[in-house]
């Protein structure tokens, strides 16, 4: 809540342009859009730091990068940036480090630059903050799922997706993802593709992980999907 | 002063002029002070919350339940074998409820599921902070009579680690701090006392310097020693900060002070010019060993790639001499008796061909500005005082000099250690994670002439360290038995007689693992007897062929002697045998069509086993498990049959999901695996 009070402090010091310490910002070029340029959508566990950074690019209104202009990083309670606050290097671009939260979920991001006219320019960026629970089914994932499920390969672990016939969902898939339902996706994992007339190349895992380890493995799946899983939780009789 | 006095003696007059009046007053004073406590309690902080608690779920759709489930007043967890009381749950008083996963305010959230209940568990266990404290100051924070505030999110792993000694697969973080504290040297100067009493021991086999001028030149050794990194950007040797003087002065001792090494060392007989060899020729031989099973190389983009058991080979052109790695190639327990390289027997011609690839790995820069004149007795003195001080000896294996003990201070409760005891730099927030962290991240801002060394950590690894550091508490040394998770105690299996002597010549165990002792890159083999057939093991240890096409690393050959692999053969297929199946229990051949027809159709439609293995070369695709195209003539038929039925007994942690196959099913695939015996190659020349 702190670091929130002092950004806002400084955005608004920044706005009103009166702050002797912090005029240098001030002094630099102004852009009218903000771009990411990478470190958006990342997955880390919560309480820590992401891998990569997170980068944002000032553009001017001809799209070409903006050098030294100033850019403000802020998030929910509990992210931490470093640097908060910075102007664009010779690229135009500026690069933070983003320390998430302690509560898993996903953590929307805001870069903010200012135009001429000192009117605030925002950048929305999310990245996913795993707790306990969804920790234990990335890692279920990885060992299990992911040779499948996720196309991409890696030097130690070659994707097996080309090979099969009927092609497996991402687990990112939200539009698909999202409209089966815990039970249906408990069944599936459980017995398998054909438990749902899907195809057979699933096999069931029922015999081989427990029930908290598939309760795990929907729980990570429910966070990193993409558009974000609504929970539709409990349904109470109208009165 | 004189009307104060009137005015003085008139309010007594008021208050106490006569005996009713006075009884009145002092009945009075007497209620207010008697109200002081419930009112105290009444303007809590944390009957606040509970109030705010109480409103929030009032517009609930299932507020019934939710107050049916609230209970008013201070709560308690209390485990007196532990001295934790817990009474976070006064104000943290919807942990349990699944409804309130919405609610994003604190103290109201739900806890994440974790393995432990919650409201039998309390939280100061894995949360630290003060549990007996009612508001959010003295619970939370660090006041004056309490040091410990709440941990910070991400260190929480390390209080799992108090209780649970075995890696957990929900902290990875602490799997990895754990790992790193064995692997990276940390234990070789530092001692940490494991619960049981005894020393953490160190996984990383630093190399010993008896004969290091056997091996390389003082010219390296100063750039090495300089910066360790810039040889080789994966190296785990920390850098010392030497000044040049200094590196100068180490490098004159470990040349002064090596020793010839005994033994046969003579270099090889074959010279590369009587048997003009194709330049390509290393390259395959590095290849085909699998040399990039182990170590890894840097690419032109950067990147190292490869394995990470033995050291990268980058730039060994500048750091070897030629005759050193030919005696090494030759066979390396010459030089290191206890090395994971293993003995590849290679032929002199091989050894060449192997030692000019590698020669050629150089960079022309690292060693272009050491000019180092000859050392004086003086150098190599002052050489061997460094040596002492920095506590090379710790790590290395050093002619003259002692392994010293207890060379940095003990680790084994560093994770309550008391602030006061902590000198902390100018600007640091004052807590023990953000100090350990400090220290490991860049040890010297603390003094310029400790000695600590500069690691070159990730700052993930750095946090991971430090979670396996803040495991190390008080509570950890004296948990009750009954509290604790203890992790299997290390295999010291060493297999018997000239089978034994082989395996340990080929270091079978830097990558396989056999009755819990081993590495973990290839597979287990506490039970391989049982699984193979005979002649197909000593066809695979005559020319390994890969079974799994998608991995990049594999078995390299050894060019092993028929009657070293008769011996290793025996041995493994006699003494790796599992008691749970009679290997006899299904014939190897002899099935009737009609099930192998049967096993064929629910090889590829009942079970889809084509998604990952392969047995019909031209349709099937699937490359996650090994190919089966001559699995007959590679299994045994009882081990495929209990395979099948559950492959988790047979191979703990194997990916193959348990099917819950019937008997009848399990019989009908097993006479249809056996039948596939024949190479691609074979059935291309049909």
Redesign the interface.
């Known amino acids: 809540m702190r670091t929130r009070a002092i950004l806002i402090a400084l955005l608004g010091l920044m706005l009103c342009g009166c702050s002797h310490k912090r005029t240098a910002l001030l002094v630099g070029n102004y852009g009218t859009t903000l771009v990411e340029s990478s470190g958006g959508k990342q997955i880390g ?5 992401l ?1 990569q950074p997170v980068v944002v690019q000032v553009n001017d209104d001809q799209g070409t990068a903006v050098v030294g202009a100033p850019v403000v990083f802020s998030g929910p309670a ?1 992210v931490s940036f470093d640097p908060v606050i910075g102007t664009t290097d010779s690229s135009g671009q500026l690069s933070t ?1 983003v ?1 998430l ?4 979920g996903r953590y929307q991001l805001t870069a903010s630059t200012l135009t001429k006219a000192q009117k605030r320019v925002d950048l929305k960026l999310e990245e996913i903050a795993l ?3 969804q ?2 089914g990335f ?2 994932d990885e ?2 799922c992911a ?2 499920h996720n196309p991409e390969s890696s ?1 130690e672990r ?1 994707s ?1 997706y ?3 016939e009927v092609k497996p969902h991402a687990f990112t898939e939200g539009d698909t993802l999202n409209k089966i339902s815990d039970a249906d996706l408990t069944s599936i994992i459980s017995h398998g593709g054909p438990a749902l007339n899907k ?3 699933m ?6 992980l427990n029930k ?1 380890e598939i ?2 493995l929907i ?1 990570y799946i429910r966070l990193i999907s993409d558009p974000p899983y609504q ?1 539709s ?2 349904v ?1 009789v109208q009165k | 002063m004189h009307s104060f006095k009137n005015m003085l003696s008139s309010v007594w007059q008021t208050l106490f002029g006569d005996p009713i009046r006075a009884f009145g007053v002092v009945s009075l004073l007497l209620l207010i002070s008697l109200a002081i406590a419930p009112a105290k309690n009444h303007f809590s902080e944390w009957r606040h919350y509970q109030e705010q608690y109480l409103t929030l779920i009032r517009s609930r759709g299932d507020a019934v339940t939710l107050r049916r489930h609230f209970q008013e007043g201070i709560q308690q967890i209390w485990h007196p074998e532990l001295g934790v009381v817990d009474r976070c749950t006064t104000c943290h008083v919807g942990l349990k409820e699944a409804s309130l996963a919405d609610v994003s305010t604190q103290p109201f959230r739900r806890h994440p599921v974790i393995p432990h209940p919650v409201d039998q568990f309390g939280c100061v266990m894995c949360h630290r902070g003060q549990g007996a404290a009612t508001t959010v100051e003295e619970a939370h924070r660090s006041t004056l009579a309490w040091e410990q505030p709440i941990l910070p999110a991400r260190y929480v792993e390390s209080s799992c680690g108090q209780c649970h000694r075995a890696p957990l697969s929900g902290t990875p973080q602490l799997n990895l701090g754990r790992n790193l504290l064995a692997r990276s040297g940390c234990v070789h100067c530092h001692t940490i006392k494991l619960s049981n009493g005894s020393p953490m021991q160190a996984t990383d086999d630093p190399p010993p310097l008896s004969h290091i001028a056997d091996k390389t030149t003082r010219e390296w050794i100063y750039a090495w020693l300089k910066d360790p990194q810039a040889y080789a950007v994966s190296a785990t040797m920390p850098n010392f900060k030497l000044s040049d003087d200094n590196a100068r002065d180490i490098s004159a001792f470990l040349i002064a002070s090596s020793t010839p090494l005994p033994g046969d060392t003579a270099p090889v007989a074959a010279s590369p010019s009587k048997t003009p060899t194709d330049p390509t020729a290393g390259a395959s031989l590095y290849g085909e060993s699998f040399c990039a099973s182990c170590h890894a190389v840097q690419n032109a983009a950067g990147n190292v790639v490869g394995g990470e058991v033995g050291p990268e080979l980058t730039r060994i052109g500048n750091k070897v001499k030629p005759e050193w790695l030919q005696v090494w190639l030759r066979n390396p327990r010459i030089y290191d008796p206890t090395t994971g390289m293993p003995h590849f027997r290679f032929s002199d011609q091989q050894i060449t061909v192997l030692t000019g690839f590698l020669q050629n790995k150089t960079d022309s820069d690292l060693l272009a500005n050491v000019h180092l004149d000859p050392a004086t007795p003086e150098q190599i003195a002052h050489g061997k005082t460094l040596v002492t001080e920095y506590g090379c000896a710790s790590c290395h294996e050093i002619p003259g000099i002692k392994k010293p003990e207890n060379f940095a201070p003990e680790l084994t409760r560093i994770g309550s250690k008391p602030i006061t005891q902590l000198i902390f730099l100018p600007g640091m927030p004052h807590t023990l994670p953000d100090y350990i962290s400090a220290k490991i991240r860049q040890p010297r801002s603390f003094g310029s002439a400790l000695k600590m060394p500069q690691f070159s950590l990730a700052p993930a690894q750095v946090d991971a360290l430090t979670t396996a550091l803040l495991s190390l508490t008080d509570r950890s040394q004296t948990l009750p038995v009954a509290w604790t998770v203890p992790a299997t105690p290390p295999s010291t299996y060493q297999p018997a007689g000239k089978a034994g002597q082989l395996m340990a010549d080929l270091a079978c165990f830097t990558c396989h693992t056999i009755n819990g002792r081993g590495g973990e890159m290839a597979p287990d083999l506490t039970w391989e007897g049982s699984s193979v057939q005979r002649q197909w093991l000593k066809d695979f240890l005559k020319n390994p062929n890969t079974l799994r096409p998608a991995l990049i690393r594999r078995m390299p050959r050894f060019n092993l002697s028929d009657n070293d692999i008769t011996e290793l053969t025996d041995y493994i297929m006699t003494v790796y045998q599992t008691p749970a199946f009679d290997r006899d229990a299904m014939p190897a051949s002899g099935y009737p069509p009609a099930q192998v027809e049967k096993g064929k159709e629910l090889f590829y439609s009942k079970y889809a086993c084509q998604s990952c293995h392969i047995v019909d070369t031209k349709n099937d695709k699937g490359y996650i498990g090994p190919t089966l195209t001559q699995v007959g003539a590679r299994l045994n038929a009882a081990w495929i049959y209990y395979w099948l039925k559950d492959p988790q007994a047979l191979r703990p942690g194997t990916i193959e999901p348990n099917r819950n196959m019937s008997d009848e099913d399990a019989r009908a695939l097993t006479a249809f695996l056996m039948m596939q015996r024949t190479s691609s190659r074979q059935e291309a020349k049909k």
């Open positions: 566990a919560v309480g820590t730091t891998s509990g480090s320390m939260g302690g509560m898993a707790g306990y629970q920790q234990v890692q279920l060992k299990y040779r499948c030097p070659v097996n080309d090979n099969l195809s057979a190349l096999p069931p895992y029922g015999y081989t908290t309760q795990a729980g929970s939780g409990i109470y």
